[in-house]
């Protein structure tokens, strides 16, 4: 047989876990090829190498052009490619699934599927930005009042703090220049933290449209996770961009999130809560990431039976 030309694809072993990964990185107006087993961005100033095996999410703005060989490497990689503009959040293709193992999709798809479990859900969602505050037996309805009275006391703490005039939440995304310099900064900084959490969403081979607050969204499950983290991180930024003199409201937003992230903590947190939200204490975390591939054959009856075998007696 003929060998398949160039580099072999990163063994598993040689992935990172999605915890231990770069959490974004943001390119525009560049070429984005691969050399080996790296990504590289190429522009007028020169070119960047980026381990593909390191990096969470590659979101790629206007200007942008990316090759064939370099999609095979993100995908390969596990990684999330996102391309993203001004105009708020665009997502139209990711990378493969670190997951071997689809038993925390299963247990995603089972829980959002039953009302009971999916209000269950949605309330230990809540109960994280609530801390030390008793969100059982509380209805939808009651969860988003407090959900929604909490982010109006956030925005005007920050309003406060930077100085910053705060009226309401309003954007347009047909025409970002509409907004006022705030609400352009919450755009721009609620985009970055999108394409992380969805590169987590991805990478522990969750669906990222299978939401337990949100629905009826191809990101759904994205939206819910990433509010877990606005309070702390994208309305700062946001405010505190607005308040100072830059013209170039995304890009500063932008930056301002990375360095937000740089230490990778929140990638850490992210697996966390994504874990503990879809997993019961009977089952153990280091199973929605095993290392080998392991197909199943679904069985009515009994327990799943291993495939790759003859079941048929009579042939």
């Given at each position: 047989m003929r060998k398949i030309p160039g580099p072999p694809p990163p063994s598993l072993p040689e992935l990172v876990r999605a915890e231990d990964r770069l959490t974004f990185v943001y390119v525009e107006r560049c070429v984005v090829h691969r050399d080996a087993?790296?990504?590289t961005a190429m522009d007028d100033r020169g070119t960047v190498h980026i381990p593909a095996a390191g990096?969470?999410?590659l979101l790629l703005g206007?200007?942008?052009r990316i090759t064939h060989q370099a999609m095979v490497l993100i995908g390969q990689s596990g990684a999330t490619a996102v391309w993203v503009g001004e105009r708020g959040v665009r997502c139209y293709a990711h990378g493969r699934s670190l997951a071997r193992s689809s038993r925390l999709l299963e247990a995603q798809a089972e829980l959002v599927t039953n009302t009971r479990s999916r209000l269950a859900v949605a309330r230990r969602m809540y109960g994280m930005r609530f801390p030390g505050e008793d969100v059982e037996g509380?209805?939808?309805?009651?969860?988003?009042?407090?959900?929604?009275?909490?982010?109006?006391?956030?925005?005007?703490?920050?309003?406060?703090?930077?100085?910053v005039e705060w009226k309401r939440r309003d954007y347009n995304v047909e025409d970002f220049a509409s907004g006022d310099r705030v609400n352009q900064a919450l755009s721009a900084a609620n985009t970055s933290l999108y394409?992380?959490?969805h590169a987590v969403i991805v990478a522990l081979g969750c669906s990222p449209g299978l939401g337990f607050v949100h629905t009826g969204h191809e990101l759904s499950f994205v939206y819910d996770i990433a509010d877990l983290y606005k309070a702390e991180i994208s309305i700062p930024v946001a405010f505190e961009v607005a308040a100072s003199p830059t013209e170039d409201i995304p890009a500063d937003a932008r930056r301002a999130v990375r360095d937000r992230l740089h230490d990778g903590k929140l990638l850490e947190r992210c697996v966390r809560d994504v874990r503990r939200l879809l997993l019961t204490d009977d089952d153990s975390p280091a199973d929605a990431l095993p290392d080998a591939d392991v197909v199943y054959l679904w069985d009515e009856a009994d327990d799943p039976v291993a495939s790759g075998s003859g079941y048929g007696t009579d042939f």
């Open positions: 087993n790296a990504i990096l969470g999410a206007p200007g942008t509380l209805t939808m309805q009651q969860l988003r009042g407090r959900e929604g009275a909490r982010v109006r006391r956030t925005y005007r703490e920050h309003s406060a703090r930077t100085g394409g992380v959490v």
